[in-house]
């Protein structure tokens, strides 16, 4: 039986990038599939009197929108390339080279970029996220997970929020965890201590 996580990302989230990298790394050491969706910390945050972003002109739309865009036009592969070659730019180097390099550094069409000014593809972005944010509500935020859980049954969650990247089997062990966690009847939320800042190299 195929086995897959569902990955629900904002783009512009230094944790989720890391959470992203740590999901590459289990999916090395266990039999899963990695299923890429756009999910939006300005769609989540709207008519919220508590939101915290911090992004009052609207950027953090322009990486989701180039998103849905990719995902639209060439599947749920591509926009995990996409996301891989944006975030070792953003997050891993601190560089701001523009839509167009991390797409072109992706194999994908430079010209994609162009949708960061629209609102073509908002709606793409405001069904994506809601799909994401129906298997756990409005309390969480970046990332969202869903996959197969030990019994083959669906179990989603938010999270994991770590700082840092697990490597080889310490990262298919803190797979298999989450997923006896979460899918475990009655669990609703685990905090471990303050979070420390992203390592992001």
């Keep these: 039986m195929d086995r897959f996580a569902d990955f629900w990302f904002d783009p512009s989230c ?3 990038w890391v959470t992203s990298r740590w999901l590459i790394e289990a999916q090395a050491v266990r039999p899963f599939e990695i ?9 989540l945050n709207e008519d919220r009197d508590d939101e915290s972003e911090g992004d009052p002109e609207g950027w953090l739309w322009g990486p989701v929108r180039v998103c849905a865009a990719v995902r639209h036009r060439y599947g749920t592969a591509a926009l995990g390339r996409f996301y891989s070659a944006y975030g070792t730019r953003v997050h891993q ?3 701001w080279a523009g839509f167009d390099v991390a797409l ?3 194999g994908l069409d430079a010209e994609l970029a162009e949708a960061a000014e629209t609102i073509e593809y908002d709606e793409a972005v ?3 996220h809601a799909d994401g944010i129906r298997l ?6 970046t990332p969202i997970i869903a996959a197969d859980g030990p019994g083959d049954e669906r179990v989603a969650f938010f999270g994991p929020v770590i700082s840092r990247v697990p ?10 965890g989450a997923l006896l966690v979460a899918g475990t009847p009655g669990f609703h939320e685990l905090k471990g201590r303050p979070p420390a800042d ?4």
Excluded: I
Excluded at 35 to 43: E, G, K, N, Q
Excluded at 136 to 141: A, F, L, N, P, S
């Design 35 to 43: 299923r890429w969706h756009v999910m939006s910390l300005s769609v």
């Design 126 to 128: 405001r069904t994506s």
């Design 14 to 16: 230094p944790y989720t």
């Design 104 to 106: 072109a550094d992706a």
């Design 198 to 201: 992203p390592h992001l190299g």
């Design 167 to 176: 490597r080889g089997e310490m990262a298919g062990r803190l797979w298999d």
């Design 136 to 141: 756990v509500g409005r309390h969480v935020g």
């Design 93 to 95: 180097r601190g560089e």
